[in-house]
């Protein structure tokens, strides 16, 4: 429902979208299936709320907090909805949800168990979404630090993730042989600029009004995640890495766009970060009240964001 009413703009007064430019093999396919654009609106609000749903649940099963708590779903389903020219399906939604189910998979890594099954499912989920979006090749770091922090190095289990992570790029290969453009295997996976403007805003008082606001509850979401996870046990403090590990890689994307300028909704790569630490400002904050007006303002910014232009045409 909440999605319904993030949408509804687009939904009802028409469609606008960003122009997707240099769409990979894969998600081409994955759009044409649509026959209309309202279809494939109706597609991406699924895949972005089971996407939220499943990221939830993985939190509250591996007890980051005390009692399960819906945050994480609502700020993902916020977040991927932040900006309507970008409401429909684009290529991040689909590589967002197989990024969350290889976290999935890697939470599942214990110390005294065996996971080669679970880095193989891991890396060849991020292979899929590299099919996607292929920047996301780099969050194999993810799975690479997770194997690091949480187990001894064997070498099997590097090599079952790479294994996993290559199999989806050798379909695409032979995907492109058994269509004679073995040639454009290469240009179907290397880097390049797929969107047509801003990441965050068309004008820069929107930029930097959402750049503070991002910024100021990343800082206090941080700042919480790290106490937390120093009061916490061995465990969570090994599983817990793994967030720090993707903000690392969100970080290190974030850069190599602004250093090839190129323009892209670098803010939907957050999205997950943004679900874990948020969740744990909002919960282990010691100010609840603060908290508690910080969240609804926030909520109204967003929501404002969204149907500001709308609104904007009333009023005029």
């Not at 630490?277 to 904050?285: A, G, H």
């Amino acid at each position: 429902m909440v999605i319904v009413l993030l949408w509804m703009g687009q939904l009802v007064g028409g469609f606008e979208a960003s122009a997707i430019q240099n769409a990979t093999p894969l998600f081409s396919l994955v759009k044409h299936i649509f026959p209309n654009q309202l279809s494939e609106q109706f597609f991406a609000m699924a895949i972005i709320v089971f996407s939220g749903v499943l990221l939830n649940a993985t939190i509250n099963k591996e007890q980051f907090f005390e009692k399960h708590t819906y945050l994480p779903a609502l700020t993902y389903i916020f977040v991927m909805s932040l900006f309507p020219k970008y409401q429909h399906l684009h290529p991040i939604i689909l590589a967002n949800f197989f990024v969350i189910l290889s976290i999935r998979r890697l939470f599942h890594i214990r110390r005294a168990v065996d996971a080669r099954r679970m880095i193989f499912d891991a890396g060849f989920f991020l292979g899929i979404s590299a099919l996607f979006y292929e920047y996301y090749i780099a969050f194999y770091l993810l799975a690479w630090g997770t194997l690091a922090v949480l187990r001894p190095f064997v070498w099997r289990e590097h090599f079952m993730g790479l294994f996993g992570l290559v199999i989806p790029l050798v379909a695409l290969l032979f995907y492109q042989y058994m269509t004679d453009n073995i040639l454009d295997f290469v240009v179907s996976i290397q880097p390049k600029n797929q969107y047509s403007f801003s990441f965050i805003a068309d004008s820069w008082f929107s930029l930097g009004i959402g750049i503070g606001i991002s910024l100021i509850l990343l800082i206090v979401g941080g700042r919480s995640f790290i106490i937390r996870q120093k009061r916490s046990s061995l465990r969570f403090k090994r599983i817990s890495n793994i967030i720090l590990f993707m903000g690392l890689i969100v970080l290190i994307l974030s850069g190599f766009f602004a250093l090839l300028d190129y323009r892209n909704p670098a803010i939907f790569m957050c999205a997950v970060l943004c679900s874990f630490l948020l969740t744990f400002y909002f919960f282990y904050s010691r100010k609840q009240k603060i908290a508690a007006v910080l969240f609804y303002l926030t909520i109204a910014y967003c929501t404002l964001t969204i149907y500001y232009e709308q609104l904007e045409n009333i009023f005029n």
